[in-house]
């Protein structure tokens, strides 16, 4: 539990003090490059629509790829969500399309889940 807090306090940290983390510096395929890499247990990966979500502490990130070396699992890159800033996710339903805060699990607009 405290290595989970641990890890989303530098997360959090690096994306205030980091300026790769803003909504402005993101690649072509949508993704943000963290400068470090974040390493994460098993239970913190989950599969759902064809994407890999990473959840540390109350928040749920998606990633392209989860990576692994002597140290463990991490991961290195964060998704950007649709038209959101980075620390926010893009509700996909079609008629909503509304930014909700990550660590809302349901849009707060329409109730459709994060990874439905």
């Given at each position: 539990?405290?290595?989970?807090?641990?890890?989303?306090?530098?997360?959090?940290?690096?994306?205030?003090?980091?300026?790769?983390?803003?909504?402005?510096?993101?690649?072509?395929?949508?993704?943000?490059?963290?400068?470090?890499?974040?390493y994460i247990e098993s239970d913190q990966i989950n599969f759902a629509d064809k994407k890999?979500?990473?959840?540390?502490?109350?928040?749920?990130?998606?990633?392209?790829?989860?990576?692994?070396?002597?140290?463990?699992?991490?991961?290195?890159?964060?998704?950007?969500?649709?038209?959101?800033?980075?620390?926010?996710?893009?509700?996909?339903?079609?008629?909503?399309?509304?930014?909700?805060?990550?660590?809302?699990?349901?849009?707060?607009?329409?109730?459709?889940?994060?990874?439905?």
């Amino acid at each position: 539990m405290l290595k989970n807090l641990a890890l989303w306090l530098i997360f959090a940290a690096f994306c205030f003090t980091n300026s790769k983390a803003s909504s402005h510096e993101v690649n072509s395929e949508g993704m943000i490059e963290l400068a470090d890499r974040i390493y994460i247990e098993s239970d913190q990966i989950n599969f759902a629509d064809k994407k890999i979500y990473i959840q540390i502490k109350d928040s749920i990130f998606e990633t392209p790829a989860v990576h692994s070396d002597e140290k463990g699992y991490y991961i290195d890159q964060v998704a950007k969500s649709g038209n959101c800033a980075w620390y926010e996710w893009e509700c996909r339903e079609e008629t909503c399309l509304t930014c909700n805060l990550r660590g809302t699990l349901k849009c707060g607009r329409c109730g459709r889940g994060i990874s439905e």
